[in-house]
C-alpha cells in the first residue's frame, strides 16, 4: 500500500481536500520514526476523519478514480499515461496482447496514468 500515492490521487484527481496523517495510535506524529509512525492518509472533514481508499492497491478502489478521469473528461491523456506506465506507448499499432498488457495495468500504475492526465489538463 503506497500511502503517499493514495494521497496524491485523493487530493488531485479526486478532489479531496484536508488530507493529513495521522498516528498509528491516532495523534499526529510527534517524534522520530518507530511509536508515532504515520499511518494511512485521512480526509479530516466536519463530521470526523474518514479514511483515503487505497487507490494504488485495489482494483476496486482505482476502478472509482477511473469513474472521475471520465467524469472529467481526462480519457485522452488519461489512457497515453497509461500506455507510458505499462510501457506501450510506442507499440502502435497494438496488438492484442499490448491490449491485454493494458487491460492488466496494476492500480498503481493506473494511479500514477492519472496524476499525468490530471498534471497535463
Known amino acids: 500500500m503506497n500511502h503517499e500515492l493514495n ?26 520514526i518507530g511509536d508515532n509512525e504515520l499511518g494511512p492518509p485521512y480526509w479530516a472533514g466536519r463530521i470526523g476523519a474518514v479514511r483515503v481508499p487505497d487507490y494504488s492497491g485495489s482494483l476496486d478502489a482505482a476502478w472509482e478514480m477511473e469513474k472521475e478521469i471520465k467524469r472529467r473528461l481526462l480519457l485522452y491523456p488519461y489512457v497515453n499515461a497509461l500506455l507510458r506506465q505499462a510501457d506501450l506507448f510506442d507499440c502502435f499499432p497494438m496488438g492484442c ?13 493506473r494511479c500514477r496514468a492519472a496524476l499525468e492526465a490530471v498534471k497535463e489538463k
Not at 488530507?19 to 522520530?32: A, D, E, L, T
Not at 496482447?97 to 498503481?108: E, F, L, R
Open 7 to 32: 494521497a496524491q490521487v485523493a487530493e488531485e484527481v479526486m478532489g479531496w481536500t484536508h488530507i493529513s496523517r495521522i498516528s498509528h495510535f491516532g495523534y499526529p506524529p510527534s517524534g522520530p
Open 97 to 109: 496482447s499490448d491490449c491485454w498488457d493494458i487491460i492488466h495495468a496494476t492500480p498503481g500504475q
